[in-house]
């Protein structure tokens, strides 16, 4: 089956404990993206990748890491979480050159205390 | 720049009435796509359709139907004879030639009464 899958699903973490949240595609989509959507604001890019170690911001990067070291994986790294990151995280994916729709994994939910 | 606004925070209809949701869009690239991403209660986003800006033809899919007009740079979606199962936030969306990113509208939540 053709998806996107994110892990964990749920984190409750503390102020500046290091994390790491996965994304994983099997589509062979050459582009990727992580976006966090909180009330009111829709869904804002953090980072995307073109394809492997070509990544670069989106309109909210500040406090985020990425890296693209396999076409299939895309991880979110946030190196000091605050509250202020307290969201729900999305993966997606897509074929850019080919339209462009992207799938979507199925969420992180996260919590900074 | 990019820019896609949904006007419209909420909308609640009974049942089998029809709805038409709103999406304005800015750009300055001549080629881009605009979409329509559904989320329902349970939480994932779907995909609902893409728009290339040189195709405007207008799509019917079942009960729901895309009016793409560059004239007024809108990309609106309708849905006929709404059902309770259509309850959700919608997403409108676009990415410019230009660029590799996307741009989301801050979304619309259709409530369905029964």
């Known amino acids: 089956e053709a998806q996107v899958t994110q892990n964990p699903r749920y984190l409750i973490t503390v102020t500046g404990k290091k994390l790491t949240v996965t994304c994983s595609q099997n589509?062979?989509?050459?582009?990727m993206s992580w976006y966090r959507q909180d009330p009111g604001l829709g869904l804002r890019q953090i980072y995307y990748?073109?394809?492997?170690?070509?990544?670069d911001k989106g309109d909210v990067p500040e406090g985020y890491k990425v890296s693209r070291k396999e076409k299939r994986n895309f991880p979110l790294i946030l190196e000091s979480p605050s509250p202020n990151q307290t969201s729900l995280y999305f993966c997606?994916?897509?074929?850019?050159?080919?339209?462009?729709?992207?799938?979507f994994g199925p969420g992180t939910r996260l919590t900074v205390t | 720049a990019q820019k896609v606004t949904q006007a419209q925070t909420e909308i609640s209809v009974v049942e089998k009435e029809d709805v038409t949701l709103d999406c304005v869009y800015e750009?300055?690239?001549?080629?881009?796509?605009l979409f329509w991403y559904k989320q329902p209660p349970s939480g994932e986003l779907v995909f609902l359709i893409r728009?290339?800006?040189?195709?405007?033809q207008n799509e019917i899919s079942g009960r729901y139907s895309w009016n793409f007009q560059k004239s007024t740079s809108s990309f609106n979606f309708t849905i006929t004879a709404s059902q309770v199962v259509d309850s959700a936030v919608y997403f409108c969306?676009?990415?410019?030639?230009?660029?590799?990113?996307?741009?989301f509208g801050t979304g619309t939540r259709l409530k369905v009464l029964a």
């Open positions: 589509m062979n989509h050459e582009y």
């Open positions: 969306a676009l990415s410019g030639s230009g660029t590799y990113k996307y741009i």
């Open positions: 997606a994916s897509s074929f850019f050159s080919r339209g462009r729709e992207q799938y």
């Open positions: 990748s073109m394809n492997v170690e070509v990544t």
């Open positions: 750009t300055r690239d001549t080629t881009y796509y």
């Open positions: 728009r290339n800006s040189f195709d405007e």
